[in-house]
């Protein structure tokens, strides 16, 4: 009995956990996102010439990939593992569900960038000439804006979502 009892807090302090780690991972991922927009880090990195110390990789000096790779791969599961252990919370449910689905639509966006449009913008042997990598900026730039929006979404919806009181059991 005593451990049934205990039950709806252990749930709720997980439930919580998830939703602080979640919070911190999409913060990085959002900031993250900005930054190489303000910046411009496509624009340095796509025009960038080879070298033997300064390589076109995914990890080379200039990528933000080495950045990402510790902490990006978390946004989307934490966000869905996040809805899953605060679905009986009623009140938190809608905040839940539209941090999910931002950060999947995020993650979406991230991953048709890296399959469809990094490789060849970033890491090929030599840099595309400036009539090639125009118009294949403008189209990072473009998914990068909905990539930039949904990170701010989820971001918004897991701080609601962590400042609600659980609400009663759905």
């Known amino acids: 009995m005593a451990m ?3 039950f709806p807090d252990r749930h709720e302090r997980l439930a919580n956990r998830l939703l602080s780690v979640a919070e ?15 910046v411009k880090i496509p624009d340095r990195v796509g025009g960038s010439e080879a070298s033997p110390e300064l390589p076109r990789s995914p990890f080379g000096a200039g990528s933000p990939g080495r950045y990402y790779v510790p902490i990006a791969p978390l946004n989307v599961p934490l966000a869905a593992a996040s ?3 605060g679905w009986k919370y009623s009140g938190r ?10 950060s999947a639509i995020g993650g979406a966006a991230t991953a048709y960038l890296l399959r469809s449009v990094n490789p060849d913008l970033f890491f090929g042997e030599h840099p595309l000439s400036p009539e090639r990598r125009k ?11 909905v990539r930039l929006v949904a990170s701010a979404a989820a971001l918004a919806a897991i701080d609601h979502a962590r400042s609600s009181a659980p609400g009663s059991p759905g």
């Not at 991972?25 to 190489?36: D, K, P, S």
């Not at 118009?135 to 804006?145: C, D, F, N």
């Open 4 to 6: 049934r009892d205990n």
């Open 24 to 38: 911190f991972t999409h913060a990085h991922w959002f900031f993250g996102n900005l930054y190489e927009a303000l």
């Open 83 to 85: 809805l899953i252990t």
């Open 93 to 102: 449910r809608p905040w839940l569900i539209g941090a999910a689905v931002s």
């Open 135 to 145: 118009p294949m900026l403008k189209r990072w730039y473009r998914v990068h804006a």
